[in-house]
């Protein structure tokens, strides 16, 4: 197991790109592996999770070919995905598990899905139990609710699902089964999570409507080779942009990121902490809103987040944490109870991690407090194996009083292989 220590920069400054979008890198294979024809992938993420979507696919049959630049995606049709030999191992992806199972619900082949230790405490009842409602024969451990799955192909009846959180991967996974169902499924979620799956079954050709807080799939459709060009990921740019915002003498421009308005909650948190976050030459590709934001270093102040927001920033909360623990006054974090859920329970692990930095924490049942500081201390930190904790930590030690020891930062490759190169390279010491 890995550790790094990184020491405390003067300023975050330059003119960097980070890596493609995740949601976005997992849906184009996804697709392209169903639809017709040779679809073209550029800006690909290759992060490991991306690589267990990438490795499925090709166990069921579909030729990938890869560059290094671009993908080209043979698709096999709606019918044309073969029955693997063996376990699909998802590794520690959570979208790949959810998304995926909703798809091999509709084959007509069996199939076990599983991945790594982390994976396999997350909670898959989500998915399965409305899966089952369409008639999908899902069983797997403590009454299906974690994996290992095992999925024997069925016929699918649509249905209209009311789902109790927002949860794009639940959204997904039954838009991609409702394209197996004989009619309309339809989704409904509390508040919109991200839309990435309706924009790219549009732009595939999929007969997709989309009202509110739902969308209807129709199933039977049939899905055309598309070129997709991926964005870089705000989740990724979020690390940057806390970073120049709590370092002092900093300006930083992120070229190219994704700002889909499912996705932004960030930004508008951040500029509501006092941040100076602005967006330049916004223009729309592959149906994604895509611009270069540009951030300076700003005193920040502690707010009250909670709400519609939390699905617009779910994955951000590491890193806002880190914000929040260095802007002045009290930051509140509600209605985030699905944070427990993530790769680890990121309320308890950033609660800790924070506490040894020096700041004043306390935990709620959905949420936190955070009380910022007028500096951190240096020390060890643990990222328990979740990539967005070992980076928000390693963002914290840039404004920190002493080195800060990040343990366990393998987990970093899963979705931003070259962030400590990146981190090394706009620090100015
Ligand atoms: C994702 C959806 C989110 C997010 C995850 C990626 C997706 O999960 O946390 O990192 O690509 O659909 P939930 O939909 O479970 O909130």
């Known amino acids: 197991m890995n550790s790094i220590t990184i020491n405390p920069a003067a300023s975050i400054r330059g003119d960097i790109t980070v890596p493609g979008d995740k949601s976005i890198s997992h849906r184009s294979i996804m697709l392209g592996a169903i639809a017709n024809g040779i679809t073209t992938v550029r800006g690909f993420l290759r992060g490991e999770d991306n690589i267990s979507t990438m490795s499925a696919f090709r166990a069921m049959g579909v030729e990938i070919d890869d560059d290094g630049e671009t993908l080209h995606i043979h698709g096999c049709g709606l019918h044309g995905l073969k029955e693997p030999s063996d376990v699909l191992d998802c590794g520690n992806s959570g979208t790949t598990i959810r998304l995926i199972t909703g798809l091999l619900s509709g084959q007509s082949f069996f199939s076990v899905v599983t991945g790594d230790q982390y994976l396999r405490k997350r909670p898959m009842k989500r998915v399965v139990e409305p899966l089952s409602r369409m008639g999908a024969k899902i069983s797997g451990r403590n009454q299906g609710s974690l994996a290992p799955l095992a999925i024997s192909g069925a016929r699918l009846t649509p249905i209209d699902y009311e789902s109790p959180v927002s949860s794009a991967q639940i959204k997904s996974s039954i838009m991609l089964a409702g394209l197996y169902a004989d009619g309309e499924t339809s989704v409904q979620e509390p508040t919109l999570s991200r839309d990435h799956s309706e924009r790219m079954f549009k732009l595939f050709g999929a007969s997709i409507n989309r009202y509110d807080r739902g969308v209807t799939v129709s199933g039977g459709a049939r899905l055309n080779a598309q ?83 939390i699905p617009r920033a779910i994955d951000e909360f590491p890193a806002i944490c880190v914000a929040a623990a260095c802007a002045e006054g009290v930051t509140t974090i509600r209605n985030a109870k699905e944070l427990r859920v993530k790769e680890t329970d990121r309320i308890s692990a950033m609660a800790g991690n924070l506490r040894t930095l020096g700041v004043e924490v306390t935990e709620c049942d959905d949420g936190m407090d955070i009380r910022g500081v007028e500096s951190l201390s240096g020390g060890e930190v643990d990222s328990f194996g979740d990539h967005r904790i070992a980076m928000s930590l390693s963002v914290a030690a840039l ?29 100015v010491k």
């Open 399 to 427: 404004v920190a009083r002493s080195g800060i020891t990040v343990k366990d930062t393998d987990c970093v490759a899963t979705s931003f292989p070259n962030f400590f190169q990146l981190l090394e390279k706009a620090s």
């Open 227 to 309: 070129e997709v060009i991926v964005p870089g990921d705000i989740s990724s740019a979020a690390f940057f942009m806390v970073a120049a915002l709590i370092s002092p003498g900093s300006e930083l421009i992120i070229r190219n990121v994704g700002v889909n308005p499912t996705r932004t909650g960030v930004i508008d948190i951040l500029r509501e902490m006092g941040g100076d976050i602005k967006l330049l030459e916004q223009r729309e590709v592959s149906g994604e809103p895509v611009a270069d934001i540009l951030i300076r270093s700003s005193r920040l102040k502690g707010i009250s987040i909670s709400g519609s927001v």
